[in-house]
């Protein structure tokens, strides 16, 4: 069911309650007889202390669905069997990962910094990242956070949540994972919110691709790849989606059509190439221009010796890998080059902001009832609407549409009919 509780169309709304801010002051008052009463003067702003940052220590014994190959004993994360690794990366190497749970701060941050008791062999290694959700429920990217050197967001959140890779030679130890405590502050450097959808387009560019199929593997998130799949690689984990999320997604277009399709696996190449950031944000690469895969340069024009980071020969240009599903549907029959849209950059691509209705309203990963729940509107919602779709007809409280819409802050679709306007399809937004 999309929503067990209605709020009617027509209803008024509520006001939003003005905001108001507690200001604090020194104030000094004489009360010697025979002198007249004063008020000190108030110090300055810039003279206010800064905040505190705030610590906590994530929970590692609890392992869940979007983690992959780990296990808890003895007191410490490690990897579960060093014969799994990311399906499109290919690589014979022990492979898990730990997804911790959101922890809500209660100020806006936008520094975190994380500190590990751990033991890593020298064949083992342990990687870090941290991302942010901001108040209206946008999530960053994934940004490392490495020993002395803080992951710097690119807006000030007020959930944080961190993620753990682990990676250990073939038959050779793995490394432990004690305790992992996370600390985060305001640098008071960025915006508290995105930019407006109207000035801000999703970053788009043409990308050699290739068919990963393994149907039976892995991918990086803990999906396990089934026939006709409908899902994308790329070379960085910065956009890694959950197992079962559309948290990133791309947009695909190909000779025939265009598809939207979640971020599930790591590759092809490379883990580290995030080659849709602008050049000064690349993780690696920072000498190639935006858009510019670090395989294509490699097999085109020799760069880092026509290798990819793990020391490769580069034998084609793929920038991303798209499953049997995705490849086939976008009309592609042999690798090919494509054109992709990173649909969580900037705004999210060209939107326009529509009110929702309803409560507990279901975001879906497909245009259908039956698909994934990504993600739910607790109750009337502002949206932004990237494009829409016909997808299955849906039924409630005497209204029908097979209309969906695409929600770029929330990697899924919503059924038109909790969009709140008069119209069944939505004016003005494209198809997807």
């Given at each position: 069911?999309?929503?067990?509780?209605?709020?009617?169309?027509?209803?008024?709304?509520?006001?939003?309650?003005?905001?108001?801010?507690?200001?604090?002051?020194?104030?000094?008052?004489?009360?010697?007889?025979?002198?007249?009463?004063?008020?000190?003067?108030?110090?300055?702003?810039?003279?206010?202390?800064?905040?505190?940052?705030?610590?906590?220590?994530?929970?590692?014994?609890?392992?869940?669905?979007?983690?992959?190959?780990?296990r808890y004993d003895s007191g410490a994360l490690r990897v579960r069997d060093g014969s799994v690794s990311p399906a499109s990366l290919g690589r014979d190497r022990g492979y898990a990962s730990a997804v911790l749970e959101?922890?809500?701060?209660?100020?806006?941050?936008?520094?975190?910094?994380?500190?590990?008791?751990?033991?890593?062999?020298?064949?083992?290694?342990?990687?870090?990242?941290?991302?942010?959700?901001?108040?209206d429920g946008t999530w960053t990217e994934w940004r490392r956070a490495a020993a002395g050197t803080p992951a710097e967001l690119p807006r000030d959140v007020v959930d944080v949540q961190a993620r753990l890779t682990l990676?250990?030679?073939?038959?050779?130890?793995?490394?432990?994972?004690?305790?992992?405590?996370?600390?985060?502050?305001?640098?008071?450097?960025?915006?508290?919110?995105?930019?407006?959808?109207?000035?801000?387009?999703?970053?788009?560019?043409?990308?050699?691709?290739?068919?990963?199929?393994?149907?039976?593997?892995?991918?990086?998130?803990?999906?396990?790849?089934?026939?006709?799949?409908?899902?994308?690689?790329?070379?960085?984990?910065?956009?890694?989606?959950?197992?079962?999320?559309?948290?990133?997604?791309?947009?695909?277009?190909?000779?025939?059509?265009?598809?939207?399709?979640?971020?599930?696996?790591?590759?092809?190449?490379?883990?580290?190439?995030?080659?849709?950031?602008?050049?000064?944000?690349?993780?690696?690469?920072?000498?190639?221009?935006?858009?510019?895969?670090?395989?294509?340069?490699?097999?085109?024009?020799?760069?880092?010796?026509?290798?990819?980071?793990?020391?490769?020969?580069?034998?084609?240009?793929?920038?991303?890998?798209?499953?049997?599903?995705?490849?086939?549907?976008?009309?592609?029959?042999?690798?090919?080059?494509?054109?992709?849209?990173?649909?969580?950059?900037?705004?999210?691509?060209?939107?326009?902001?529509?009110?929702?209705?309803?409560?507990?309203?279901?975001?879906?990963?497909?245009?259908?009832?039956?698909?994934?729940?990504?993600?739910?509107?607790?109750?009337?919602?502002?949206?932004?609407?990237?494009?829409?779709?016909?997808?299955?007809?849906?039924?409630?409280?005497?209204?029908?549409?097979?209309?969906?819409?695409?929600?770029?802050?929330?990697?899924?679709?919503?059924?038109?009919?909790?969009?709140?306007?008069?119209?069944?399809?939505?004016?003005?937004?494209?198809?997807?």
């Amino acid at each position: 069911m999309l929503t067990p509780t209605l709020l009617r169309r027509g209803s008024a709304p509520r006001r939003r309650p003005r905001t108001t801010r507690a200001l604090t002051g020194t104030v000094g008052l004489l009360a010697l007889a025979g002198m007249t009463l004063a008020a000190a003067p108030a110090p300055a702003a810039d003279a206010a202390v800064p905040p505190a940052p705030v610590s906590w220590r994530a929970d590692l014994s609890r392992t869940g669905t979007d983690d992959v190959n780990v296990r808890y004993d003895s007191g410490a994360l490690r990897v579960r069997d060093g014969s799994v690794s990311p399906a499109s990366l290919g690589r014979d190497r022990g492979y898990a990962s730990a997804v911790l749970e959101t922890h809500h701060v209660d100020r806006p941050v936008n520094r975190v910094t994380a500190d590990l008791d751990a033991t890593v062999p020298d064949a083992a290694s342990v990687e870090v990242d941290v991302r942010g959700r901001t108040a209206d429920g946008t999530w960053t990217e994934w940004r490392r956070a490495a020993a002395g050197t803080p992951a710097e967001l690119p807006r000030d959140v007020v959930d944080v949540q961190a993620r753990l890779t682990l990676w250990n030679a073939k038959g050779e130890p793995t490394a432990a994972v004690r305790a992992v405590t996370l600390t985060a502050d305001d640098t008071g450097t960025a915006p508290a919110e995105p930019a407006p959808a109207a000035t801000a387009s999703a970053f788009s560019a043409r990308v050699y691709a290739t068919r990963e199929g393994l149907v039976g593997h892995t991918t990086a998130n803990g999906h396990v790849i089934q026939a006709n799949d409908h899902f994308v690689a790329l070379p960085s984990r910065r956009a890694l989606s959950p197992n079962g999320s559309g948290q990133y997604s791309v947009q695909v277009c190909g000779p025939a059509r265009c598809e939207t399709a979640p971020v599930w696996d790591v590759g092809p190449w490379n883990t580290h190439d995030d080659h849709w950031n602008p050049s000064a944000q690349r993780e690696q690469w920072k000498d190639l221009p935006q858009g510019l895969p670090e395989a294509q340069a490699a097999y085109e024009d020799g760069y880092n010796g026509g290798r990819d980071e793990f020391g490769r020969q580069v034998a084609n240009p793929a920038g991303i890998d798209l499953a049997d599903g995705t490849f086939y549907n976008v009309g592609l029959n042999d690798n090919g080059w494509v054109t992709v849209t990173y649909l969580w950059t900037d705004g999210g691509g060209d939107t326009t902001s529509f009110p929702t209705w309803g409560t507990d309203v279901s975001v879906r990963q497909q245009a259908t009832a039956a698909s994934t729940r990504v993600a739910s509107l607790p109750g009337p919602t502002t949206v932004r609407v990237r494009c829409q779709v016909h997808g299955q007809l849906v039924n409630y409280d005497g209204y029908s549409n097979d209309a969906w819409s695409y929600l770029p802050d929330y990697g899924g679709y919503v059924s038109n009919i909790f969009i709140d306007v008069a119209d069944a399809w939505l004016p003005g937004v494209p198809t997807c």
